[in-house]
């Protein structure tokens, strides 16, 4: 026995009027204009890894491009990390091991570990192999994914050791 249900739909165009969606920008008003000034942007994530209640702010980018490339700045701009201070600006958070120069194409931060701090993965697409001569250009092309495991809010680099971040893995996008 089969039981067919069916119910009517009712459209009124009148009240279907289409929302007005607005972007604007408030990069400069977030503070976040001169420490991304130069930076090839190009993958990035939103996450809480400090657990204070609001979104942080992750930019990766590709770093292997001619200088002359990243003005303003005078070379390839690393990775950055932001923290949310609640009130529409962000700061930059000092952890030098989450600032690598690489080719960064995707980023997540997810609670791998579940201990209720996100860690950060980021994907590189690594050449494997590198043309430059020059840093940090060389070692942009060279670097492969990152897996980063958040101690409390400092997150720690972990690739090689936890396993998620095969070595034979070269080329890794959009997460």
Not at 147 to 157: A, H, K, M, S, T
Request: charged share 20%; net charge negative; glycine share 10%.
């Amino acid at each position: 026995m089969s039981l067919l249900i069916a119910l009517p739909v009712i459209c009124v165009p009148a009240l279907a009027a289409e929302p007005t969606i607005m972007f604007r920008d408030v990069t400069e008003q977030a503070g976040l204009i001169e420490p991304l000034a130069g930076i090839m942007g190009h993958g990035g994530a939103w996450g809480d890894f400090d657990r204070d209640g609001r979104l942080d702010l992750f930019v990766g980018g590709f770093c292997d491009r001619p200088n002359e490339e990243y003005l303003p700045a005078k070379g390839p701009v690393p990775t950055r990390l932001f923290r949310n201070q609640a009130n529409g600006t962000f700061t930059r958070v000092d952890q030098p091991g989450v600032e690598f120069f690489g080719r960064v194409s995707g980023a997540v931060f997810a609670d791998l570990n579940n201990d209720g701090w996100p860690e950060l993965y980021s994907a590189n697409n690594s050449k494997g192999r590198s043309r430059h001569t020059i840093e940090p250009q060389r070692s942009a092309q060279m670097r492969f994914s990152n897996l980063f495991r958040n101690d409390e809010g400092r997150l720690i680099y972990v690739s090689k050791s936890s396993g998620a971040v095969p070595g034979e893995l070269l080329t890794a996008r959009n997460i």
